[in-house]
């Protein structure tokens, strides 16, 4: 079974430029996620899936931060405008519903850098 | 809110010790809580999930326990080998918000 799938693994773009992130689930998983992962600290959630569906977007900067789950299977993360202070790495995970029981599986991450 | 810590930030041992990693929580509100490992430049991989009703989780060398009452787990590695080497990531699961909190992680090291 395949995992998360991410793309593209690795992004460097100059301040104010666009950029997006892919995100195609385990095959299956109703819930996706968005993790933020600053250089040394844990993930933080940016949001929330359950298949299309937005259920928990509080901590997405909607200024400048979008996403979108249009048939309830892959996501899209953009930014736009980058800012420097976007560096970091940008994980998803799916898992097959909110049941406490399942676990959150993670793909590789894209590591965004920003000049 | 929610805030996880992980003690020690790094550790170095050598090959073959036992070794605990530590992690505390201040809302024993959870539902679950799960260890991962993060190698450098790859995203987590889930080691051992337990969920709030249980003590602890076994899988080969490693076993995690969880006390709730005092906001605790322990990830216990025995004898430690070099490929065990990684970043460590524990992280609990919020009642009624379907998150996982994370901890800053412990950075391991073990020495041939």
């Given at each position: 079974?395949?995992g998360v799938v991410q793309s593209p693994r690795y992004k460097?773009?100059?301040?104010?430029?666009?950029?997006?992130f892919w995100c195609n689930?385990?095959?299956?998983?109703?819930?996706?996620y968005w993790y933020l992962q600053n250089l040394?600290q844990g993930p933080e959630?940016l949001?929330?899936?359950?298949?299309?569906?937005?259920?928990?977007?509080?901590?997405?900067?909607?200024?400048?931060?979008?996403?979108?789950?249009?048939?309830?299977?892959?996501?899209?993360l953009?930014?736009?405008?980058?800012?420097?202070?976007?560096s970091a790495v940008y994980l998803c995970a799916s898992?097959?519903?909110?049941?406490?029981?399942?676990?959150q599986y993670f793909g590789p991450g894209t590591r965004l850098t920003?000049? | 809110?929610?805030?996880?810590?992980?003690?020690?930030?790094?550790?170095?041992?050598?090959?073959?010790?036992?070794?605990?990693?530590?992690?505390?929580?201040?809302?024993?509100?959870?539902?679950?809580?799960?260890?991962f490992r993060q190698d450098p430049g790859k995203g987590l991989t889930?080691?051992?999930?337990?969920?709030?009703?249980?003590?602890?989780?076994?899988?080969?060398?490693?076993?995690?326990?969880?006390?709730?009452?005092?906001?605790?787990?322990?990830?216990?590695?025995?004898?430690?080998?070099?490929?065990?080497?990684?970043t460590?990531l524990?992280?609990?699961?919020?009642?009624?918000?379907?998150?996982?909190?994370f901890?800053?992680?412990?950075?391991?090291?073990?020495?041939?």
């Open positions: 079974e395949a460097i773009i100059e301040k104010k430029q666009p950029v997006a689930p385990i095959s299956g998983h109703n819930t996706l040394g959630l949001i929330r899936y359950e298949n299309e569906e937005a259920v928990d977007d509080s901590q997405l900067p909607k200024d400048r931060f979008s996403a979108e789950r249009l048939k309830g299977v892959d996501s899209t953009k930014i736009q405008p980058a800012e420097l202070g976007d898992s097959p519903g909110t049941d406490p029981s399942y676990e920003v000049t | 809110k929610q805030e996880v810590t992980q003690i020690p930030a790094a550790l170095s041992v050598p090959e073959g010790e036992n070794l605990v990693l530590n992690c505390s929580f201040t809302d024993s509100a959870i539902y679950n809580l799960q260890w889930s080691l051992l999930l337990i969920q709030s009703s249980q003590r602890e989780q076994t899988s080969g060398r490693l076993n995690a326990s969880l006390d709730k009452s005092s906001g605790r787990s322990t990830l216990y590695i025995a004898a430690s080998q070099p490929g065990d080497s990684a460590y524990c992280a609990v699961g919020i009642q009624g918000a379907q998150k996982l909190v901890g800053q992680g412990t950075r391991l090291t073990i020495n041939p």
